[in-house]
C-alpha cells in the first residue's frame, strides 16, 4: 500500500489566490482527517469525515476554507482567498473508525502565501 | 475546553540511556491513545497505541503506560539511540473518533 497520498508536497502562492489542496487515503479506510501544523499552535484538527460524510468542521478557521469529499479514495481542503497566515503545512490522515488502530498520516503539504 | 498536553517542550538524553516522555490529558472519555513520532518534514508516524482497558503495552523499544485515575500517559524508550530523534505527539480518541494532539515534545539524543 502507497500509504496516505498528498499533493503538491509543496505551494507557493500569492495572496488572494485559491489553493487546493489534495488527499488520497488508504484504500479500506472510511475516516478522513484535515489538520494543519505551525509552530505556534501545533497540529489542528480542521475537518474529519466518515463514509465520505462532514462530522465536524468545527476546526476550520473560516469561510474561506472548504472541503470536501466526493468519494472514498479523494478529498480536497480548499483556502479561496489565501492570506498569509494560512502558511503551514497540511497533512491528511485515513482510518477505519472502530478498529482501534493507528491513523495513517501523509507527507503532508507545505503551503506558503505571500 | 478538553486538550491533551505535554509537560515538557524540549528533552535531551544520552545515546544509550532511557528516555521518558509524559503527557497529560484532560477527556475522561476517551478510550484510545496514540504516540506519534515526527521527523523534519515528515508527516506524524504511529510508534504504539493503548486502549483504556490496558495500563501498560510493549513495543520494540517502546512502552507505553497509561494511568487513567491522574489521566496520564507515557512513553518510554529504552536504549536511545540518534535516530530517535524527533518531536513525539501524544493523541487521544473517544467515540467520535476525532483524533486530539498534544503540542509535542522534541527528544534531542546526545552522542
Known amino acids: 500500500d502507497a500509504g496516505v497520498i498528498q499533493s503538491p508536497r509543496h505551494e507557493v502562492t500569492e495572496m488572494g489566490q485559491e489553493v487546493t489542496l489534495r488527499c488520497k487515503p488508504i484504500?479500506?479506510?472510511?475516516?478522513l482527517f484535515w489538520y494543519r501544523q505551525t509552530m505556534m499552535r501545533g497540529l489542528e484538527l480542521l475537518i474529519y469525515?466518515?463514509?465520505?460524510?462532514?462530522?465536524?468542521d468545527s476546526g476550520m478557521p473560516e469561510d474561506r476554507f472548504s472541503a470536501k469529499m466526493p468519494n472514498a479514495s479523494f478529498s480536497t481542503l480548499k483556502i479561496q482567498p489565501s492570506e498569509p497566515r494560512d502558511s503551514a503545512v497540511y497533512f491528511c490522515?485515513?482510518?477505519?473508525?472502530?478498529?482501534?488502530?493507528?491513523?495513517?498520516f501523509g507527507s503532508g503539504t507545505r503551503l506558503t502565501v505571500v | 475546553g478538553e486538550s491533551v498536553g505535554l509537560h515538557l517542550p524540549t528533552l535531551s538524553v544520552q545515546e544509550g540511556d532511557n528516555s521518558i516522555i509524559n503527557c497529560a490529558y484532560s477527556?475522561?472519555?476517551?478510550?484510545?491513545f496514540i504516540w506519534y513520532k515526527q521527523e523534519s518534514g515528515k508527516g506524524p508516524q504511529f510508534i504504539i497505541d493503548i486502549r483504556s482497558n490496558m495500563d501498560k503495552r510493549q513495543g520494540q523499544r517502546v512502552t507505553v503506560l497509561l494511568n487513567k485515575t491522574v489521566k496520564h500517559l507515557s512513553l518510554q524508550i529504552a536504549a536511545t539511540q540518534p535516530g530517535d530523534s524527533a518531536v513525539y505527539f501524544c493523541a487521544e480518541t473517544g467515540a467520535n473518533s476525532k483524533l486530539t494532539f498534544g503540542k509535542g515534545i522534541t527528544l534531542s539524543v546526545r552522542p
Open positions: 477527556n475522561s472519555a476517551s478510550d484510545y
Open positions: 490522515a485515513s482510518s477505519f473508525a472502530g478498529s482501534g488502530y493507528g491513523y495513517t
Open positions: 484504500s479500506g479506510h472510511n475516516s
Open positions: 469525515f466518515n463514509n465520505n460524510v462532514p462530522i465536524d
